[in-house]
């Protein structure tokens, strides 16, 4: 038996809870899988998973070794990439998951200095609001926006992003132009599904919640942007959402005299001592890039 081999298979069964999902992953059979687990438990004299038809369980005795392995592991992943890193520039793939919109618009600009920095590395970006398991889907970064869930990844702050509320001169002279938030309501607004449907701004210490209804909902800010301005109706998004079509005036701002809360932009990664060369430059480029980057 390969125990080194049939440990990381483990390893990955109990973060998956799946044989089929470990298999996949690995590229290996399903049988393949099983036989590992089964020959580590027999070195083992001990029971490390429990299985049926429909789910994977680890027992008292597998959760010990679990987090052993897993610690030996991430060590021998360390000095692996430490001696990798030692002795070549950077390369090799990086995966990453980009927020449609941002992505498209902010991040993939910057794609082209970064290779002719690190011709060697190769970007495997995912463009996709949806959030994603960093851990067990095998990403290696993750740039989100927003508030950020509680969990043991590590979060890097790359900028606070300005909202603005818009609306089309042609919206405006047919419904008239808001001049408090509490008239929102009275007005057709756009929505954006993905996150909180209330606005929030704020004037002279007094704070006003609005919550907006309308016509229209979308997953991506850039659709609601385009149906903003042919008029349909009023919308809140980062500014680097409608940017252009405020530059053409084909938006007006809204509600100057409010304040709108910033949202966070922030370079997620599993918690890793050591990370490996080529992950640490594109992070520390990223940083770069919105560090001298006026507002967002």
């Given at each position: 038996m390969d125990q080194l081999s049939a440990?990381?298979?483990?390893?990955?069964v109990v973060e998956l809870q799946s044989f089929t999902k470990t298999a996949q992953q690995l590229e290996l059979s399903v049988a393949m899988v099983s036989k590992q687990v089964g020959l580590l438990e027999q070195h083992l004299n001990a029971r490390l998973l429990m299985r049926t038809t429909r789910r994977v369980s680890v027992t008292e005795a597998g959760q010990l070794y679990y987090v052993r392995c897993h610690a030996i592991l991430a060590e021998l992943e360390q000095a692996d990439a430490m001696i990798s890193d030692h002795s070549r520039r950077p390369s090799g793939p990086i995966r990453i998951s980009v927020p449609m919109d941002f992505g498209t618009l902010k991040v993939a600009p910057l794609l082209a200095e970064f290779h002719r920095s690190y011709p060697d590395i190769q970007l495997n970006l995912e463009y996709s609001d949806r959030l994603v398991a960093l851990v067990e889907e095998n990403f290696d970064l993750a740039l989100?926006?927003?508030?950020?869930?509680?969990?043991?990844?590590?979060?890097?702050?790359?900028?606070?992003?300005?909202?603005?509320?818009?609306?089309?001169?042609?919206?405006?002279?047919?419904?008239?132009?808001?001049?408090?938030?509490?008239?929102?309501?009275?007005h057709n607004c756009l929505l954006y599904t993905l996150s909180e449907p209330q606005w929030s701004y704020q004037q002279k210490g007094h704070h006003y919640q609005v919550r907006p209804k309308g016509a229209m909902r979308a997953n991506t800010g850039r659709a609601l942007a385009l149906a903003a301005s042919q008029g349909m109706g009023i919308i809140m998004q980062p500014r680097f959402i409608v940017e252009d079509y405020l530059e053409k005036g084909e938006l007006l701002p809204l509600l100057e005299d409010f304040e709108l809360p910033t949202v966070s932009l922030n370079l997620l990664y599993p918690h890793r001592h050591f990370l490996p060369s080529r992950v640490k430059c594109f992070v520390e480029y990223m940083e770069d890039c919105f560090k001298h980057s006026p507002d967002h």
């Open positions: 440990i990381r298979t483990f390893c990955k989100r926006i927003g508030a950020l869930p509680d969990s043991s990844l590590i979060a890097r702050p790359l900028a606070q992003m300005s909202l603005i509320t818009c609306a089309a001169p042609d919206y405006l002279a047919r419904h008239g132009t808001p001049t408090h938030p509490s008239q929102l309501p009275d």
